[in-house]
């Protein structure tokens, strides 16, 4: 059974920092594609960040510098870290899984709010 765990999400001031992690149970993380996405509220959920399985990486443009994604197979977790927040960074951050025969899932959320 493949499940996905995501913490670390909390309330910052703008220019801060935090980490979301995300726990993925079962055997097949090590071959499977591992996205961040977010949703704000009244818009579309939309991808921030994506790590293949041997670790390349793809940013959204608004975040570019100021996120990083990284992954630790031997664990089974994906990280976000993020840096120099904003306001508009505000949202539920939702961990995605695709991997192999078109398994795909989703984490249950972690509510990201920036204040000004």
């Known amino acids: 059974q493949v499940q996905l765990v995501e913490s670390g999400g909390g309330l910052v001031q703008a220019g801060g920092s935090l980490g979301l992690s995300c726990a993925v149970s079962?055997?097949?993380?090590?071959?499977?594609?591992m996205t961040w996405y977010r949703q704000a509220p009244g818009k579309q959920r939309e991808l921030v960040a994506t790590i293949a399985p041997g670790g390349n990486t793809n940013y959204t443009v608004p975040v570019k510098g100021r996120f990083t994604v990284s992954r630790d197979n031997a664990k089974n977790m994906v990280y976000l870290q993020m840096n120099s927040l904003k306001p508009e960074d505000t949202a539920v951050y939702y961990c995605n899984l695709r991997g192999p025969l078109g398994i795909t899932r989703w984490g249950q959320g972690t509510q990201v709010t920036v204040s000004s």
């Open positions: 079962g055997n097949i993380f090590r071959f499977s594609v």
